[in-house]
């Protein structure tokens, strides 16, 4: 249910989106002590390494998407948390070479 929340967030313009507010709603579904499955925690892994992203952390979105790959692999999600972790890893070489 957070996720989903945090979800129709990031669907605001990017004047109106509320970060902070996003990233709280992800990182309280990754941290939640229960999950139904993998799959679920996988979700959440990936919504939030999103919001970690979108605030300027793509070192620490990288790694949990990594965590998010692993939890998806053989579910719908898994491809789209694979392109994550690629673009999260090209966004990081990318910024080495800014200078």
């Given at each position: 249910?957070?996720?989903?929340?945090?979800?129709?967030?990031?669907q605001t313009p990017v004047e109106d989106l509320r970060l902070e507010y996003v990233l709280k709603?992800?990182?309280a579904a990754y941290t939640a002590p229960k999950f139904?499955?993998?799959a679920e925690k996988g979700m959440a892994a990936d919504e939030y390494a999103r919001s970690l992203y979108y605030c300027g952390r793509p070192d620490k979105a990288l790694e949990i998407a990594k965590e998010a790959m692993?939890?998806?692999q053989g579910t719908p999600g898994f491809e789209r948390a694979k392109a994550s972790v690629i673009y999260y890893?090209?966004?990081?070489t990318l910024s080495k070479h800014i200078k």
């Open positions: 249910m957070l996720i989903k929340f945090a979800q129709e967030e990031m709603l992800c990182q139904k499955d993998n692993v939890l998806l890893n090209n966004v990081l």
